[in-house]
């Protein structure tokens, strides 16, 4: 039982690349999630999905898109990278309701240069 | 907007009981108060959440306000393993989002 595993750990862009974020989950959750944490910073919701079949946007979706694949896996797409977007970006899985704890994976360290 | 207000960094010695506090003053009456902490170079973890009543798990205590406007998030013999930033938010029941504000750095001295 891996929990949530998040592809790949390191990467490095140049402005205007795009890149997919992965991320999968072998809970069997329902809602997944996406954050950013910027250096000193605590994170920000950038898009989440309650259930498989729908997505949602959350405090900073500009510049993203995500795809919920199937109830496993919840992609972020960066279609133009831009240096405003070099993070940390971590995903979360939850069984339901946002009650229930987030468990999270252990981040995609982002650079856009 | 959800938005909860921490110290941003406390400290204690370890074996000693630590106090972490939280106002949450726009919470409405069925958001759910999380606590979770991030340790260096790791995602967040969960500690604890609770509604209304006192919440005891093997990791800490959560004591919620009778007003529900705050809450203290107990440990209870501060170890060096607790040295994290320590993150308190709430789930929106309305916005269906959760929000982490900047959190407490707890520092744990031998």
């Known amino acids: 039982n891996a929990g949530v595993t998040q592809t790949p750990k390191f990467q490095v862009l140049k402005t205007g690349q795009s890149m997919t974020l992965q991320c999968a989950q072998d809970m069997n959750h329902n809602s997944m999630y996406w954050y950013r944490q910027d250096p000193g910073m605590g994170l920000r919701l950038i898009y989440y999905?309650?259930?498989?079949?729908?997505?949602d946007k959350g405090e900073v979706p500009n510049g993203y898109n995500v795809s919920r694949l199937n109830k496993r896996e919840f992609s972020l797409r960066l279609e133009s990278a831009a240096p405003s977007q070099t993070s940390v970006y971590f995903c979360?899985?939850?069984?339901?309701?946002?009650?229930?704890?987030?468990?999270f994976g252990p981040g995609t360290r982002l650079t856009v240069t | 907007d959800a938005k909860t207000t921490q110290p941003n960094s406390m400290e204690s010695n370890e074996e000693e009981p630590v106090h972490l506090p939280c106002n949450h003053s726009t919470i409405s009456g069925t958001d759910y108060i999380h606590w979770y902490r991030q340790l260096p170079s790791q995602g967040p973890e969960y500690v604890i959440h609770g509604l209304t009543s006192n919440v005891n798990n093997r990791m800490a205590s959560l004591a919620i306000a009778e007003d529900r406007k705050s809450s203290t998030l107990i440990l209870h013999r501060a170890t060096l393993r607790d040295a994290a930033v320590y993150y308190c938010n709430y789930f929106n029941n309305a916005g269906n989002m959760l929000t982490f504000g900047g959190g407490t750095r707890l520092m744990v001295k031998p």
């Open positions: 979360a899985s939850t069984p339901d309701r946002l009650a229930y704890e987030q468990y």
């Open positions: 999905s309650a259930s498989e079949g729908t997505t």
